[in-house]
């Protein structure tokens, strides 16, 4: 543990000097956040912001972790090359995340970004790829129950699972992307979480990934607390959210996840209550309804009155017990 503590702090000073050019060559490059004209006004004055802030986050991370397993990932300990599984997630995932930004900068769809098909289409295949790496490769086909001493078997059915879970820790922490450091801030609670939960199994490797991962964030949040100088992007938001669900499976502790990321997962429900009831009332009222002002369900409490720091630092508190419920249930 005093090990990975102390690359969380090395990953922290990565990420925090070379920030700054990064930050400048976006500008430069004018990789600009556009913003939904029909969000709250106060999010207006973000237009313009550098985006694919994820880079940031992912590049240290990626370098960290391969010079310190390099005699590992070479094929000298099975054990150790298990850590290129979430590494080679979070690499693929920030490549597709990448895109959409760029697409949303510079695409035809500009302001957009890649069609919700195309990318779900692209997320599936790649989950179903990491699915079977998990079960055939690593040999994980259980589930583990609080409670329950022992993990129970669930066969071919963890395939299908393992890849709702990628997927909706992915899209979950897309959608928590929408306030200056609300993202960064949860992700880093989250990997914390299973940070300490491989230490308690004995798990190194992923302990250090984890710890690492969340010095990066960290770092990230120097520049993304309000007013945010730069924006996380799909590039991050889609590597780390996709990551965290190959870190929860790889712990065995994947069913406590919807608990340790207790606020993605309101914002996730939050977007499909409203869309369901706005599509429901159209079709039988006529005229479509909405159950939240606005969703994802951080900006209905902006345009309930609270403020962007009120909403960031209430959320986090939330997450911070949740987090600390989810290690509890770990641990029963």
């Known amino acids: ?109 500009r302001g957009e970004g890649l069609t919700a098909r195309f990318k779900m289409a692209i997320e599936i295949v790649l989950t179903f790829v990491v699915a079977l790496v998990i ?56 990997f914390t979480v299973y940070g300490v939960i491989a230490h308690l199994q004995g798990q190194f490797y992923l302990v250090r990934f984890c710890f690492t991962v969340v010095g990066a964030c960290f770092a990230f949040l120097w520049y993304n607390a309000h007013p945010a100088e730069l924006f996380m992007g799909d590039t991050g938001s889609l590597a780390l959210g996709a990551t965290l669900g190959v870190v929860a499976l790889m712990s065995g502790q994947w069913l406590i996840l919807p608990v340790v990321v207790l606020v993605p997962v309101a914002e996730t429900l939050s977007v499909m209550i409203q869309i369901s009831y706005f599509k429901l009332t159209k079709r039988y009222l006529g005229e479509g309804r909405r159950v939240f002002k606005m969703a994802p369900l951080h900006h209905h409490f902006e345009l309930l009155g609270w403020s962007e720091t009120q909403v960031v630092q209430r959320f986090w508190l939330v997450s911070l017990l949740a987090a600390m419920a989810g290690v509890a249930l770990a641990l029963i």
């Open 1 to 109: 543990m005093g090990f990975a503590l102390i690359l969380a702090s090395i990953s922290f000073l990565m990420v925090v000097f070379w920030g700054r050019p990064y930050l400048h060559l976006l500008r430069r490059w004018k990789v600009g956040k556009r913003i939904r004209i029909d969000g709250p006004d106060g999010h207006i004055t973000k237009m313009g912001t550098p985006t694919m802030g994820g880079i940031l986050i992912t590049v240290p991370v990626f370098l960290i972790t391969v010079a310190l397993n390099l005699y590992n990932l070479m094929g000298q300990t099975v054990i150790g090359r298990s850590i290129l599984v979430p590494l080679g997630v979070m690499v693929a995932y920030g490549i597709l995340g990448a895109l959409d930004d760029i697409a949303g900068v510079r695409g035809v769809r």
């Open 135 to 190: 079960y055939f490769g690593m040999d994980l086909h259980s589930i583990a129950i609080p409670g329950v001493p022992q993990k129970i078997d669930i066969g071919l059915f963890y395939i299908p699972i393992a890849m709702f879970v990628i997927i909706g820790s992915a899209n979950a922490a897309n959608l928590t992307d929408g306030l200056d450091g609300l993202a960064g801030i949860i992700l880093a609670s989250a």
